[in-house]
Structure formats: structure tokens, C-alpha cells
């Protein structure tokens, strides 16, 4: 099992990093990933489960089920993919007025992770940090009254 944690700092209010995050049409077709569809359930549930199709090494589509969720404070999912499974916890904090703490945790483990004849967890890692990234600037450019969920 591995775990990968960092934390990242985004120059706008909880609320609005927090509606970005979880616009998903924003990040649908964009970067790591293909579709990004509500599977089962109602969107930002409990118990729903997300449709994430990615783009890295083998493009596949998987399920996030979201096990967690606080608004503007808290997301969990659980995910399984080729026998593998990954937690992925995300925290926002405010950190001043105009800034927020970004914290992030990625439980990956299951047998397949030494047969699959290459290097999982560093690809996750990139692919998680580039979402990171491209949040703080998605940030930077939305305005302040962004949809929330």
C-alpha cells in the first residue's frame, strides 16, 4: 500500500475553489480525463458514483464512489481499477480570506499494483498534482460568484 499526500495553497475564497473543484463539465475532455458523468445517485451524494473516463496510459473508464462530502470543507472517494484501489481524500481549509489550503491524500494498494508491468502510483501522483495545478489557475480565472453544487 501507498500513500501520497501534498498540499497546495490557491489564491481564492474556500467557497470558490471548493464550487470549481467540483464543477465536473469544467474538467470533462481536459487534461487526464475524457467523460466525467454522475453515474448512479444524485450528483455530490453519498453513495453516488462518478463515471471518469481518463486519458493516461490507457485511456479506461472507472468509478469514484464519493463516500464523503462536506460542502466547501471535505470530499472522499473510493475507487477500483485492475485491481487496484485508491482512497483519495481531499481537504479545503481557508487559510486567509483570499486563500485556501488544498490538502490531499491517496490510499492506493491491492496485488495488482506489482504486476501490472509498470509504475502506477508515480503516474497517479503526476495526474493528481496536474488536476492540482490546473485548479489553482481555473481559480485565479473564476470569478468569486462560481455555481456551486
Known amino acids: 500500500m501507498s500513500t501520497l499526500e501534498f498540499h497546495v495553497v490557491v489564491s481564492c475564497q474556500v467557497e470558490t475553489v471548493f464550487a470549481v473543484y467540483t464543477d465536473i463539465e469544467r474538467w470533462r475532455d481536459r487534461g487526464t480525463f475524457g467523460n466525467i458523468s454522475w453515474g448512479k445517485g444524485r450528483p455530490w451524494e453519498e453513495g453516488s458514483i462518478l463515471k471518469v ?3 493516461v496510459l490507457v ?3 472507472f468509478d469514484q464512489v464519493l463516500v464523503h ?3 466547501n470543507r471535505y470530499v472522499a472517494f473510493v475507487s477500483n481499477l485492475y485491481g487496484v484501489s485508491c482512497e ?3 481537504e479545503f ?3 486567509t480570506e483570499a486563500t485556501t489550503g488544498v490538502h490531499v491524500t491517496l490510499v492506493v494498494g491491492g496485488t495488482a499494483l506489482r504486476h501490472l508491468g509498470f509504475a502506477l502510483v508515480p503516474v497517479m501522483e503526476k495526474a493528481t498534482r496536474e488536476f492540482f495545478d490546473d485548479l489553482k489557475q481555473e481559480c485565479a480565472a473564476s470569478p468569486a ?3 456551486k453544487p
Open 59 to 61: 485511456p479506461t473508464t
Open 145 to 147: 460568484t462560481a455555481a
Open 69 to 71: 462530502f462536506e460542502r
Open 53 to 55: 473516463t481518463t486519458r
Open 88 to 90: 483519495t481524500r481531499v
Open 93 to 95: 481549509t481557508p487559510v
